[in-house]
Structures are given as structure tokens and as C-alpha cells.
């Protein structure tokens, strides 16, 4: 295992759970009352460099940061970040590396993991279903991830490509 | 195929963790074991959110100021327009003040002086939507403590309920968890509101002698709270259901999506420290205070 690699996956989290808790924040670029949730475009990004059980354990790092940081119950983020990496990991090695697909994969994913959250949260009793605007809750941020996939992807590309090839590709 | 194999045991193994570090945070939510975690956490990111938030304020407020060019416009006409209102208002208030002080002399109101407060700065938020938490830039080291309540300019803001040295996490009383107990200022009657998550609060009331009125204010009631504290308007005209429950809709009266200087009350000790019940429908747990008095906010 690479552990620059990691390293920079590490790194790359923390800067998004930063971005995400501090620029993209109500007064700051938050439209419309959402933002966009950059950490689990990390996570997909970095699936594609990254071996699969470190894949996953990312996943788990980056939700548990962001429940650390959040309001609601620890484990929900954790859980939720987990599954999307593992489904990514299953998508990298159907999907080509087309910037639409990458688009389309950040953005079903995206819809996937805020709804794993609402689901888990509900079951823990937080009501998070029952939300009046749950609905855009979900949706808007994952059209945000959709609008700042490709440069966000294009920067974990950057910085994890070319130390060593994508294990999918080997 | 066996890399497969060995990351989906990982993946099971780790969303059974998830949801056993759920059950474990709900289990121990009253002895605050998971807060020491996310304290801790807060603590380290800390310096990080608030070295970001000094390197891109002035960009960001660039953005949000080409971006707003019009509102900023509208927002400039109202303004003077609500400064032609401010003056005729004042010329209004200095006579009401007047009354109210020979009122007060009247009844030997005991008017104590201002709560001490201690202004702070928000630059973080929680990591997503769904979370209605702000991270203030004073902690324990400025005698912040869990519990103490934080206003602004317009009115009550939340509660803090998580402190570490050097910040502090606000949690907003648009959170469904927090129930606040106020008062209608026309009609001294109680009730508590609480948050939807989104949009205007929901006040209840119990045997609510008279209906509450649209544009009708609200003000805290006292007990976890300071009393007096201005917490919303009621949006729609109600009146008691069944002869028993009413229920309305409030909007807030502090804009939670402009939220930069807030105070916290330090010199309030909230008379009940019993957390409160868990869930929006909980009415929350308010001790009788003294006869409410004013607050300079």
C-alpha cells in the first residue's frame, strides 16, 4: 500500500469536511439555504486510486468526521459514507473514466448517502424523515456535488494519480 | 476477486461499528460520552476552520457581494426607508420610556441590571444541512459553559451544548431537540416552541385561555432560558383545539442564515439543568422564575 497515497486521501478529507463546515456555511456560499457536501466526492474520487479496503476504511474515517462535527448521532454519517464507498468501489470497475459518468456516479451516490443518513437517523429516533424539507435536503446538496464534481475530482486525480496506477486498472 | 471479498468483510464490519457507535451515543447521550468525542474533535479542528474562514472571508464575501449586487440594492432602499421609520420611532420610544419608568416606580419592580455577556464570533457550522449547530469563537477559557443562552441583535439564537477552551457549538432553537418556553407578550400566556428543522417553529400551548394572533410576539418565559428574550411572531391566527391544545406556526425572530456576532449570556445561570426531553412533541421542563424583567440586548 502506498501510504502517500493515503496520506493525500487523509489530507484531502479533512480539507473537505473544513471547506464543508466553514466556506460552505449559511452567510458564505450557501444557495438557497444548502451546500454542498465535497467530502463524499473525496471519497468517490479516491476510490479510484486507492486499494478496496482502504477504500472503505476512508469511507468510515470521513463519516466519523462528520458526525464528530455534526449534530446528530455518531456512527449515521460513518455508516452511510461506508456503503457509498464500497458501492463506488463496485462502480469504478464497471464505469469508464467519461467525465458524464464520473458526473452521474457523484451525483447517485450523493443521493445515496444523504438518504442512507436520513434512514439511519430516523431509526435512531432524530425524526430526520419527518423533516419538512427532507426532500431538498437531499437533493440540493447532491446537484452541489454534481456542480463541483469535476474540479474536485480533477484535484484527488491530481494528487493521487501517477504515484502509482489505479489498482482497478492493474 | 479475493480483494473483493476481503473489502466486503471490511464493509460489514464496519457499518455494524456505525451503527453499534449510534446505539452506544444514544445509550450514553445523558452521561455525555459521545460529547467528549465531538469536543475533542472540535477542539482540533478548531484552528484549521478558523484559519480557513480568515483566508476566505474577504473571496467568499466578494462572491456573495457580486452575487448579490441587486439585493444589495433592495436591501439599501429598505434600509433607508426603515431608517425614516427608526426616527419616528425613537421620538416615540423616549415618551413610552418615560411612562415605563414611572410605571416601574409605581409597582417597586426590582429591575436588576444587565446579564454580563460575552460577544463571539461564529466560524463553523455542522458538517451538513441537517445539522443546526454554529461553532462560536469562545470557550471555556471566556466562561462559556454548557447550557448558557446566545442571542443577537434580533432575538434569542439557541443554547450552547458543547464547549471546549477555545470554541464553542450553539445549538439553534430551529433544532427539533430543543424546546423553548415562552410567553405571549400580549396576553401573558405560556407555552413552548420548538424547531421543525426548517422554516418557522411550532408553538403549543395548553389550556390557552385566549387564541394567539397572528403578528403576536414571543418572548422567553424564564428558566433555561433568561426571560424576555424576544424568540418570534406568530404566523398564523389559532385558537385552541379541542378546548385543550393550540397550536401555530412562528417565525423565528433572529435570521439564522445571517448569523456572523452573537452574545452569550453569561451571567444567567439556567434554573433547571435537567436536559430536556428528547423529540419536538416533549414540552420542555421550565422552572417559575421571578416576574420577568427587561433584557438589554
Not at chain 2, 116 to 137: E, K, L, Y
Amino acid at each position: 500500500m502506498n501510504q502517500r497515497r493515503v496520506g493525500f486521501a487523509l489530507l484531502l478529507v479533512v480539507a473537505a469536511v473544513v471547506l464543508q463546515t466553514t466556506v460552505f456555511a449559511p452567510g458564505r456560499i450557501y444557495p438557497w439555504g444548502y451546500g454542498p457536501l465535497p467530502v463524499i466526492i473525496v471519497v468517490i474520487g479516491a476510490s479510484r486510486y486507492l486499494e478496496p479496503e482502504t477504500t472503505v476504511a476512508l469511507g468510515f474515517t470521513a463519516g466519523l468526521l462528520m458526525d464528530l462535527l455534526g449534530g446528530e448521532w455518531l456512527g449515521l454519517w460513518a455508516g452511510a459514507l461506508t456503503t457509498v464507498a464500497y458501492v463506488g468501489l463496485r462502480l469504478v470497475d464497471e464505469a469508464d473514466e467519461g467525465a458524464l459518468s464520473l458526473i452521474v456516479g457523484v451525483g447517485a451516490l450523493s443521493v445515496l448517502a444523504i438518504t442512507l443518513f436520513v434512514l439511519a437517523g430516523t431509526l435512531f429516533g432524530r425524526q430526520l424523515l419527518s423533516r419538512n424539507n427532507v426532500a431538498l435536503l437531499i437533493l440540493v446538496p447532491s446537484l452541489y456535488n454534481v456542480v463541483i464534481a469535476l474540479p474536485t475530482l480533477a484535484l484527488t486525480k491530481k494528487l493521487m494519480k501517477g504515484r502509482q496506477t489505479p489498482w482497478s486498472a492493474r | 476477486m479475493r480483494r473483493f471479498d476481503r473489502s466486503t468483510s471490511l464493509f460489514m464490519i464496519l457499518l455494524f461499528l456505525s451503527f453499534l457507535l449510534a446505539t452506544v451515543d444514544v445509550r450514553s447521550s445523558e452521561s455525555g460520552a459521545g460529547d467528549s468525542l465531538r469536543s475533542l474533535a472540535q477542539a482540533a479542528f478548531t484552528p484549521l476552520q478558523k484559519a480557513t474562514d480568515t483566508v476566505t472571508r474577504p473571496i467568499v464575501g466578494f462572491i456573495d457581494g457580486v452575487a448579490n449586487l441587486a439585493a444589495l440594492r433592495d436591501e439599501n432602499e429598505r434600509l433607508r426607508a426603515d431608517l425614516r421609520d427608526a426616527e419616528r420611532r425613537i421620538q416615540d420610544a423616549a415618551a413610552l420610556e418615560a411612562r415605563v419608568r414611572e410605571l416601574e416606580a409605581m409597582l417597586n419592580i426590582d429591575v436588576p441590571g444587565d446579564f454580563a455577556t460575552v460577544t463571539a464570533s461564529i466560524f463553523a457550522q455542522g458538517a451538513t444541512g441537517f445539522d443546526h449547530v454554529r461553532i462560536i469563537d469562545k470557550g471555556s477559557a471566556d466562561g462559556i459553559v454548557v447550557g448558557q443562552a446566545v442571542i443577537d441583535e434580533n432575538g434569542l439564537v439557541g443554547r450552547i451544548d458543547l464547549v471546549n477552551a477555545q470554541s464553542a457549538r450553539v445549538i439553534l432553537i430551529t433544532d427539533p431537540s430543543v424546546s423553548v418556553g415562552v410567553k405571549v407578550v400580549t396576553t401573558n400566556e405560556s407555552g413552548w416552541t420548538s424547531g421543525q428543522g426548517f422554516g418557522p417553529l411550532t408553538l403549543t400551548m395548553y389550556r390557552a385561555t385566549r387564541p394567539v394572533v397572528e403578528g403576536d410576539g414571543l418572548v422567553t418565559q424564564g428558566g433555561r432560558f433568561p426571560p424576555n428574550i424576544r424568540v418570534g411572531t406568530v404566523r398564523n391566527t389559532a385558537t385552541l383545539k379541542a378546548g385543550f391544545q393550540l397550536v401555530t406556526e412562528v417565525d423565528a425572530t433572529a435570521d439564522f442564515g445571517r448569523l456572523g456576532l452573537v452574545k452569550v449570556i453569561v451571567g444567567f445561570s439556567p434554573l433547571d439543568v435537567i436536559e430536556e426531553p428528547a423529540g419536538p412533541q416533549a414540552p420542555p421542563i421550565t422552572v417559575p422564575t421571578q416576574e420577568p424583567v427587561g433584557v438589554e440586548q
